[in-house]
T-cell receptor
Framework: GNSVTQMEGPVTLSEEAFLTINCTYTATGYPSLFWYVQYPGEGLQLLLKATKADDKGSNKGFEATYRKETTSFHLEKGSVQVSDSAVYFCALSDNTGNQFYFGTGTSLTVIP | DAGITQSPRHKVTETGTPVTLRCHQTENHRYMYWYRQDPGHGLRLIHYSYGVKDTDKGEVSDGYSVSRSKTEDFLLTLESATSSQTSVYFC?????????????FGDGTRLSIL
């Protein structure tokens, strides 16, 4: 079946530190991969996506590369800001596109 | 913004009462979804719809029913609420069934069942 595994949180970083949030997946066929961000009291917002192997999604300084050989889609940012504090979700869309599978989320807090 | 409105945003009710949550979209998208979000579980799919009067069950559909009589509205009903259904509920929409299309989310409904 399809599933997503994210690194456990919470993660606390100082401003300007490097961020990595690990995400691995299990899927049949060729899924699309997504990262979403959730700020307090809000819904999930699409951060970036990649639709095939070796694609790199990027947005607002965040990047993630679709690695089929390691079934991974790790989220990275070179220099985090306080405003990046949020919960981050990794997700995959199966071959049909009908259903998404979400990781459990990783809470990030960035301190000044 | 994806043009999704969820109502109510907050609700407190008692065990055994019926509850209906509404999701309204202005995008005319075909696919609509209901999820619940709980600590340690991420988002879990309750039901989804792929058109007017066309719905299907998700991972955690027991105790929930849905209806979609118009493209823009997708209702989630708890016929007899239980404390285990205390959660934050999110509606999402998607333009099509193509795998590379993202889902877009509403701001959620926080439901507490006492």
């Amino acid at each position: 079946g399809n599933s997503v595994t994210q690194m456990e949180g919470p993660v606390t970083l100082s401003e300007e530190a490097f961020l990595t949030i690990n995400c691995t997946y299990t899927a049949t066929g060729y899924p699309s991969l997504f990262w979403y961000v959730q700020y307090p009291g809000e819904g999930l917002q699409l951060l970036l996506k990649a639709t095939k192997a070796d694609d790199k999604g990027s947005n607002k300084g965040f990047e993630a590369t679709y690695r089929k050989e390691t079934t991974s889609f790790h989220l990275e940012k070179g220099s985090v800001q306080v405003s990046d504090s949020a919960v981050y979700f990794c997700a995959l869309s199966d071959n049909t596109g009908n259903q998404f599978y979400f990781g459990t989320g990783t809470s990030l807090t960035v301190i000044p | 913004d994806a043009g999704i409105t969820q109502s109510p945003r907050h609700k407190v009710t008692e065990t055994g009462t019926p509850v209906t949550l509404r999701c309204h979209q202005t995008e005319n998208h075909r696919y609509m979804y209901w999820y619940r979000q709980d600590p340690g579980h991420g988002l879990r799919l309750i039901h989804y719809s792929y058109g007017v009067k066309d719905t299907d069950k998700g991972e955690v559909s027991d105790g929930y029913s849905v209806s979609r009589s118009k493209t823009e509205d997708f209702l989630l009903t708890l016929e007899s609420a239980t404390s285990s259904q205390t959660s934050v509920y999110f509606c999402a929409i998607s333009e099509s069934e193509r795998p590379n299309q993202p889902q877009h989310f509403g701001d959620g409904t926080r439901l507490s069942i006492l």
